[in-house]
């Protein structure tokens, strides 16, 4: 299945599924932080609240956000890559003395595509649409297993006894 995204200023990309566990998989592959050991009168306890855990998190979960977004691109969009726009905001970047993914794809999606926040998280959501069973889908499926043959149950089965 592939759908049709067009950006704010005109360029389109192709959104293709993506596999659940592809995405659950990103999670998966970042260690979460362990909260440090605290002693207390039952012993060693973790402590969920210590300074540098939370600050641990927060960076964590913010490397979470970012390589999923990065595999939600790099899985569920299919463009052809305008390589001078490319080449134009990689310039720029140097001279900002900032730097853009190596790679193209994410480079062209994620600073020439995008324009806002709000396309961003549209995007976004197109490519989970995309890609996780909704009820509407589920539903849509479950018509496909439905016969035209109607049936009776046995009526010697009585069920469990």
Known sequence: MSDTFTFANGRSVGIT????????SVERSIPRPQPPLQQ???GPEPNYVHPDYVRAMGEWSAKINEVSLDTMILFGVDSEIDAEAVDAARRKAKRAGITLPEDDMLCYVKHICIGSLAELST????????SLPTEEKIAEAGDGFKSNVEGQANPQNTGAG
């Open 17 to 24: 599924r993506v596999s659940p566990l592809t995405l659950q």
């Open 40 to 42: 207390t009168d039952l």
């Open 123 to 130: 995007l976004r959501n197109k490519i989970l649409d995309t």
